[in-house]
């Protein structure tokens, strides 16, 4: 029979053997499942939930979002998933058509696009340095707005915090920095843009994707294509922004990592602008644009060094 001192030896170790046994399931618990349409917000949810989340990226880097249509396999991955991440406003035109399916298999679906106050997309060349109307679709490029990222880290942090109430702390703190991170960005960014002469800040790319860029920074953007990277522009536009470009003395155009139209050739040998360098648009790049912040410092001081 066990002494008084002897019992309590006992119920301590059991309790010890417990609080490990506690342990070693919490740390062998599977991480939460994160599918992601948007590099970018695949970015903020690996860098929110650590260790916590498993993120699969559907669109990947490199790709063309405007374009990419799941495939079954993605379809399955999808549907595994507890959570899936979106850009919205109609970036993902296949989005609505998951609704039904999502709801089904009880994924939980985060849309950046929700939490951010759209604007629309430039015509023919849009002045955001003045208080001015848009008329058009609206612009599903939110993440080109340190603040808009801001919000839809929050909402991620949200979502990841509902779907795993034990994690919250984790997801607090890593929220919390990236939020810190993220505003020493945009003084970073502002810091930039004010080496440029306003008169400078005109942005010709591609296609019509830094229209928030444009409005918090203060730019005018001339888009040789429309907010998505299938629409063609017709020969009286090109015309029309070549006239623009003489008009404003532009001195440097903008590819980008994606897609760009046969035009931009065109444009550079009839306006003498140059090419000003690569800038990412639709989502993120490999290496040093491999994350948002990347992406952003990157894409800041290309625009910079080309229109000084």
Known sequence: MLEGGEFAAVKILFFLMAMLGGVSLAC?????????LSTVMADLARDIGGERVE???????????????????DLTTISNAQILLASGLGFEGYLDRLRPSLKRSGVVLVVGGEVVEPIEGACEGHDHSEDHHHHGTSDPHWWQSVSNVQLVARQIRDALIATDPEGQGTYEKNAAALEARLEDLGKWVRLQIVQLPKKNRVLVTSHDALGYFAKDYGFEIL????????????????RDLIGRIQERGVKAIFAESIENPKVLGQITAETGAKLGGVIYADGLGSGETGTYEGMM????????????
Do not use: W, Y
Request: aromatic share 2%.
């Open 223 to 238: 888009p040789v294509q429309g907010i998505s990277t299938s629409d063609q522009p017709s020969s009286q536009k090109v």
């Open 55 to 73: 993120v699969v990226e559907i669109v990947k880097p490199g790709m063309d979002p405007h374009i990419f249509e799941p495939a079954p396999g």
């Open 297 to 308: 410092r990157h894409n800041v001081t290309t625009i910079v060094e080309a229109l000084k």
């Open 28 to 36: 062998g618990a599977a991480p939460i499942r994160v599918a992601s």
